[in-house]
Nanobody
């Protein structure tokens, strides 16, 4: 049974930083994409960033490029999202996800809340 446990959310001021973590367990993630999505107020859930467990290839949403960095600790099956220069529009619930392709994830965490105050 795959489990994804997120941590690291919280309240931060505009321009601040947060680091999200997601510990994955329950199967081999070789060749899987591991990523982050978010649900912001009034919008559908949206893709944020993803990284491939095997080759490290990364993908980002345009609005977070150069501010967010996704990384992976393969030995610990943990994916991180370093978020810098946070903006109020980054406020939302952030979900960790794993799947064969980042545009069609199979497993989801319960989410961690990020609030950016202006």
């Amino acid at each position: 049974q795959v489990q994804l446990v997120e941590s690291g959310g919280g309240l931060v001021q505009t321009g601040g930083s947060l680091r999200l973590s997601c510990a994955a367990s329950g199967r081999s993630f070789e060749n899987y994409d591991m990523g982050w999505f978010r649900r912001v107020p009034g919008k559908e859930r949206e893709f944020v960033a993803a990284i491939n467990w095997s080759d490290g290839a990364t993908h980002y949403r345009d609005s977070v490029k150069w501010r967010f960095t996704i990384s992976l600790d393969n030995a610990e099956n943990t994916v991180f999202l370093q978020m810098n220069n946070l903006k109020p529009e980054d406020t939302g619930t952030y979900y960790c996800a794993v799947g064969r392709h980042y545009y069609n994830m199979d497993y989801w965490g319960k989410g961690t809340r990020v609030t950016v105050s202006s």
